[in-house]
């Protein structure tokens, strides 16, 4: 029986017991699913670099580039450069170009990598920005994408929700920019839960007049468009839009709190999934995914509800810290060496966050090594002054 000291809430130390069972790593392909499924991947910061952690990142190519072939060797698709690897949050797109160009060298060296890299605006500089500017930036990204013949997630625009007048001018900056895709793309939309600057987006901020703006864009454009991710952590909002999605556009669910059920459907269809609970937990989604398509339903969900309780916790408000919850469970499973962050991101979440996280990750059955992750929650604990 492995035990260590755990804090509570009332600042008192008790003794946590283990009690998960590992969930064994085996290798699948994204032919073993019967759901399109994409995690969405962190970076792994270089701990010995000599640099400025809160402005000038700097990353572990190879550890970062090696927890990608583990996510492709379970079957799972990586989705690039997206807000997993902390863009916008330590990660400019400098960064982005070069875990791109990386990433898809690699997935190029394999026969079932499937990969989808993340477009934005994020490297326009200022405050105010016309559509043509917008639109501009979006095009040099997408460029740089195609050119290395990556598919495309288009990510949502913080210069485009300041900027943006009206629904109006959501509906033609898409549609300018859709019309360069050279294969169909993912649209991306990130509530303002994930990121406080995209509040209002589609011109709304209520999310049902917006999904309406955002239903017309996808109509208007469907030629173009593989499918939507939407985060808005609300399964409701998931199924309604779901519903009234164009012929051949799919759902890719984004709620890290109810993906499961999301996942596993109705009587109306499913979602697919572009999640980035998936990094942390992407043994246990493997093994899910691969019991749906033998039709095994209940093995489906005695795998993956589990993780359900760890997602929401890692994802808790405020919730675009959730990285660092999934940089420390891959450090916590031995996936890298120590638990830094670029942007010095370790730093958002509280000792007691930690504590429960442990717990969590115990009972989801997502510990690789319970002995080891004990031995790194334990260091880590004493560095935070819990002895």
């Known amino acids: 029986m492995t ?8 600042r008192t130390i008790e003794a946590y017991t283990l009690s998960g069972t590992p969930i064994a790593l085996e290798k699948r392909s994204a032919a073993d699913f019967n759901r399109v499924a994409f995690a969405a991947a962190h970076v792994v910061a270089d701990p010995l670099a000599d640099n400025d952690p809160w ?8 550890a970062t580039l090696r927890f990608r072939h583990r996510l492709w060797d379970l079957g799972l698709g990586v989705a690039e450069a997206m807000d ?23 997935a190029a060296s394999r026969k079932d990598a499937l990969i989808a890299c993340g477009v934005g605006t994020d490297h326009l500089v200022g405050t ?36 943006a007048a009206s629904p109006d001018d959501y509906l ?19 509530g303002e839960m994930f990121d406080p600057a995209l509040e209002g987006y589609w011109g709304s901020k209520d999310h049902m007049a917006a999904m309406d703006t955002c239903l017309e864009m996808l109509e208007a454009n469907a030629d173009k468009i593989d499918g939507i991710k939407i985060s808005l952590l609300s399964k409701d909002k998931e199924i309604a839009m779901r519903r009234r999605l164009p012929s051949g556009v799919r759902m ?19 979602s697919d999934a572009l999640l980035g609970i998936f990094d942390a937990i992407a043994p246990a989604a493997s093994k ?40 420390f469970l891959a450090y916590l ?33 997502v510990l690789a090594d319970p002995e080891d992750a004990t031995r790194r929650m334990k260091s880590f604990l004493t560095i935070r002054g819990v002895c």
């Open 333 to 365: 499973n031995g996936l890298q060496d120590h638990f830094t962050m670029i942007g010095g991101q370790e730093s958002t979440r509280s000792t007691l966050h930690f504590a429960e996280l442990f717990r969590l990750v115990d009972k989801a059955n």
């Open 128 to 163: 105010a920005f016309n559509l043509d500017q917008i639109v501009e930036a979006y095009q040099e990204q997408l460029d740089f994408v195609q050119g290395g013949s990556g598919r495309v997630i288009l990510m949502a625009s913080r210069a485009l929700a300041a900027s």
């Open 84 to 106: 997993t690897a902390q863009r916008g949050m330590g990660l400019g797109w400098p960064q982005a170009q070069e875990l791109i160009s990386r990433a898809l060298k690699e």
């Open 252 to 270: 890719y669910t984004g709620d890290d709190f109810n993906y499961a059920e999301l996942i596993a459907g109705d009587e109306h269809g499913h």
């Open 55 to 62: 402005l000038t990142p700097a990353i572990d190519w190879d």
């Open 288 to 327: 899910a995914l691969s019991c749906l398509k033998q039709g095994a339903n209940d093995e489906f969900y005695d795998v993956l509800e589990p993780t359900v309780a760890l997602s929401r916790h890692i994802f808790k408000a405020p919730t675009r810290f959730y990285k660092t919850g999934v940089v």
């Open 3 to 10: 035990e260590l000291k755990l804090p509570k809430e009332d």
């Open 172 to 190: 033609e900056t898409y549609s300018r920019v859709l019309v360069h895709a050279n294969e169909k793309v993912i649209i991306h939309w990130l």
